[in-house]
């Protein structure tokens, strides 16, 4: 069974450029969540996409956006890049939509450093 | 809104002495809660969780108990090891039921380094 990966491992832009950071969720899951871990920091949850419709935000403003595909993996669009978004972005997919808690899987992270 | 907070860091120990890691929550619903752990450079993996009051979760040789009088769900471990060396998070979710809602609220996490 595959894991949850992240594609790329690390990324350096420059401020009010864009990204996207990409996610394949693990076989048999149908849910992604997005969440950015600044240094020193917890998980903060950016949003979640559920059947590739997104079911959930968190305070995050617009320029962060994302897309999932019919397979289930991500995307995380920012755009307008500012310094403060230099983060580890952390993918995790699960299977929802059923009774109970699913257990969420993470990935290892995008490192993203804006200059 | 929903928070999680975590005793102050670095921990640092010897090997075999006896961990704690405080977690207290604050929740707008009924959370289920979890200790996740992040080793360097890895993602993050889960530890251990408990859905409601008085479960105890445990893997490893790791327990914490879902207490909701005190709204706390501390880490510990008898005798650590080196290899635990890590940084332990605190997380809660809440539970929405059916096709559920699955933002994880975590704490802001605690770093533990294990000494031979």
């Known amino acids: 069974e595959t894991g949850v990966t992240q594609s790329p491992t690390h990324l350096i832009k420059t401020r009010g450029q864009q990204v996207t950071l990409r996610c394949s969720s693990q076989s048999g899951h149908n849910t992604v969540s997005w969440y950015q871990q600044a240094l020193g920091q917890g998980p903060q949850f950016i949003f979640q996409?559920?059947?590739?419709?997104?079911?959930g935000r968190g305070n995050f403003p617009p320029r962060f956006s994302g897309l999932q595909f019919p397979n289930y993996s991500s995307e995380l669009n920012v755009n307008a890049l500012e310094l403060d978004d230099s983060a580890l972005y952390l993918c995790a997919s699960s299977r929802e939509g059923f009774y109970g808690i699913n257990e969420q899987f993470f990935g290892p992270g995008t490192r993203l450093t804006v200059l | 809104g929903d928070s999680v907070t975590q005793m102050e860091g670095p921990v640092t120990l010897s090997e075999e002495a006896f961990l704690t890691i405080n977690c207290t929550y604050t929740a707008t619903g009924y959370p289920s809660l979890f200790w996740y752990v992040q080793y360097p450079g890895e993602g993050l993996q889960l530890l251990l969780k408990?859905?409601?009051?008085?479960d105890k979760g445990s893997n490893k040789g790791f327990e914490a108990t879902y207490r909701k009088e005190t709204t706390s769900f501390h880490l510990e471990k008898g005798s650590v090891q080196v290899s635990d060396s890590a940084v332990y998070f605190c997380a809660l979710r809440i539970n929405a039921g059916g096709t559920s809602y699955g933002k994880l609220t975590f704490g802001q996490g605690t770093i533990l380094t294990v000494h031979p």
């Open positions: 996409y559920y059947r590739e419709e997104e079911n």
């Open positions: 408990a859905t409601k009051a008085d």
